[in-house]
Nanobody
Framework: QVQLVESGGGSVQPGGSLRLSCLAS????????MAWYRQGPGKSRELVAS??????????NYADSVKDRFTISRNNAKKMVNLQMNSLNSDDTGVYYC???????????WGQGTQVTVSS
């Protein structure tokens, strides 16, 4: 099991950028698939981006709405996963959650969430 703490949220104007970070502690970080989810106002939580473990190739996956704008990356030495968000628009507003999934037993951990607000 891992514990997750997000940081980096805030308010930004349309077209701006933000970088979210998620620091993990506890279990063997390198084994986990890491992901960012978000929940906009009045919307369900949705997957934004994910990155698999090093042992399975570190492949990435993105929601269509964020492709070519967001980049997920992981630093296994620092037990950190980042989400670089560029060209933000109002549809990106929401609470962003870091997620860790153990691929062997599918157990998941969630961070507390960080607010991202895109507004002029």
């Amino acid at each position: 099991q891992v514990q997750l703490v997000e940081s980096g949220g805030g308010s930004v104007q349309p077209g701006g950028s933000l970088r979210l970070s998620c620091l993990a502690s506890g279990d063997i970080f390198t084994l986990y698939t890491m992901a960012w989810y978000r929940q906009g106002p009045g919307k369900s939580r949705e997957l934004v981006a994910s990155i698999t473990s090093v042992t399975t190739g570190g492949g990435t996956n993105y929601a269509d709405s964020v492709k070519d704008r967001f980049t997920i990356s992981r630093n296994n030495a620092k037990k950190m996963v980042n989400l670089q968000m560029n060209s933000l628009n109002s549809d990106d507003t929401g609470v962003y959650y870091c997620n860790a999934k153990n691929p062997f037993n599918n157990f998941q951990s969630w961070g507390q969430g960080t607010q991202v607000t895109v507004s002029s």
